[in-house]
């Protein structure tokens, strides 16, 4: 046999193989990953492909086509290489890494998450990116924030000043920084968590707003209430006095003040924390929705009002309370009720109103669960109540009635973030309960 024809054919497929590694060569652009548990990382995460030791292949396919990534490694003390995945829509360092900087960002990253780390600062945040939650670092400010930015958690920080909020912004938790002064709130805003910090006033609240957590600072006054608000914590400040509440009000929590009344209560209110405060007395009606309430260390107030249903009721601490108007349906209460004489004209020192004919009510059944929920919420109560589902922005997505004593609710087609459920039965008695979904 001809040795030259044997020779050709190998000869013209390693030069094809030699062509083909060569073309690569040319296109390939290596750029240096200085930590290397950044690049143990990669490769035990599918990127092993694009690595020639601590050298990136920043054309790589694999690194160009991934959209969402997520770095939990603890001996991670240096991200740069990451910005060259630059069609990232989500960044995730989370709580593993030691992270003290970020390099440039992917320039179409939608999602950035750095919570739990040891960043002192962050890069230029692209104009796309729709989510920053950067709590418990040691960020003492923040970058200009895109316009396209929907949610910013940032609590647990040194931030001494926010900068001008999006006009798109809908949630912002700001917790936990030695913030005292607030820049003006977007119109779109749904929530607003600013407890712990220095603040002595808050700007204008949007009417949008559907729950403010307030508590912790140095406030005296409130500003107005949004009409559509549902849930105010606002304890442990110097309030004296409280604004009107919204109808749409289903929690108030303002214990710890220097309250001496209260304001009318919404018929939709749920739960009234009022404890420690110098309260003289409690509204002579209260909402038949109530069903925890909380006055206890108020030395001012001698007399009780109508206790229909209530699941939990403290009126405990230095309260002076001789006698009890006749109640209803009281699951807990402390001091028991039952170990106080009921108000008569025999036995009413303080000079309470005798109110008597209080029958009572069967506490209906209202179980929600799992909470947080990620496929489902499995709801429990009284067949032929009410349920609806509400979004964070008061909007009903769902409205049925129990069929049986169970029913299913699929949460796969919602988006993450929290939402009530409502549940109203038969005998007039309703009750609202947070879910998140996840």
């Known amino acids: 046999m001809n040795t030259k024809s044997i020779l050709a054919p190998l000869r ?3 030069l094809a193989a030699l062509f ?43 690194i160009l086509n991934v959209h969402n990534l997520s770095i939990s490694y603890k001996r991670i003390n240096n991200l740069d290489g990451v910005q060259y995945f630059k069609n990232l829509d989500s960044l995730k360092v989370n709580a593993d890494t030691t992270l003290t900087d970020i390099p440039v960002l992917p320039p179409a990253l939608q999602v950035l998450e750095c919570r739990n780390n040891q960043l002192s600062a962050l890069p230029v945040l692209p104009s796309t ?9 040691n960020l003492s400010s923040l970058p200009a924030l895109p316009a396209a930015l929907q949610s910013l958690t940032c609590y647990n920080n040194a931030i001494d000043s926010l900068p ?35 603040l002595s006033q808050l700007p204008a609240l949007p009417a949008s707003l559907v729950e403010l957590y307030c508590q912790d600072n140095s406030l ?18 110097t ?46 009606t209260l909402p038949d929705s109530l069903y925890q309430l909380f006055c206890d260390h108020n030395a001012g107030i001698k007399c009780l009002p109508v206790i229909k249903t209530i699941w939990y009721f403290e009126f405990s601490g230095d309260i002076l309370i001789d006698c ?37 009510t069967a506490l209906p059944v209202f179980k929600v669960y799992p909470n947080p929920a990620k496929e489902y919420i499995t709801v ?59």
């Open 324 to 360: 009890v108007p006749t109640y209803g349906n009281v699951y807990i209460s402390d001091p028991a009720l039952n170990s106080i004489q009921i108000c008569d004209a025999d036995n009413n020192k303080n000079h309470c109103t005798v109110i008597s004919g209080i029958t009572e």
């Open 220 to 237: 005296t006054t409130l500003p107005t209430l949004p009409t559509g608000l549902k849930n105010l914590d606002c304890y442990t400040n």
């Open 164 to 198: 001008a909020l999006p006009a798109g912004l809908k949630t912002l938790y700001c917790a936990g920084n030695p913030l005292i002064h607030l820049p003006a709130l977007p119109d779109s805003l749904l929530l607003l968590s600013c407890s712990s910090n220095g």
């Open 20 to 62: 083909s590694c060569g073309v690569y060569a040319l296109h390939a652009q290596y750029v240096t990953i200085p930590d290397t548990s950044f690049v143990n990382w990669l490769n035990n995460n599918g990127f092993y492909y694009c690595l020639n030791g601590n050298q990136l292949d920043t054309t790589c396919s694999y």
């Open 12 to 14: 013209q497929f390693f």
């Open 380 to 438: 429990e109560a009284d067949e032929n109540a009410a349920i609806s589902l509400f979004d964070a922005a008061g909007r009903v997505l769902l409205s049925t009635k129990m069929q049986g004593a169970q029913m299913r609710l699929n949460t796969q087609q919602l988006q993450a973030g929290l939402y009530l459920i409502k549940m109203a039965a038969t005998n007039g008695y309703s009750h609202f309960q947070k879910v998140i979904v996840e």
């Open 129 to 137: 990116l729709t989510r920053l939650a950067c709590e418990f670092n």
């Open 239 to 284: 309030l004296s006095s409280l604004p009107s509440l919204p109808d749409s009000l289903c929690v108030l929590v303002c214990h710890h003040n220097k309250l001496t009344s209260l304001p009318a209560l919404p018929a939709g209110l749920t739960i009234l924390n009022c404890a420690y405060n110098k309260l003289t007395g409690l509204p002579a």
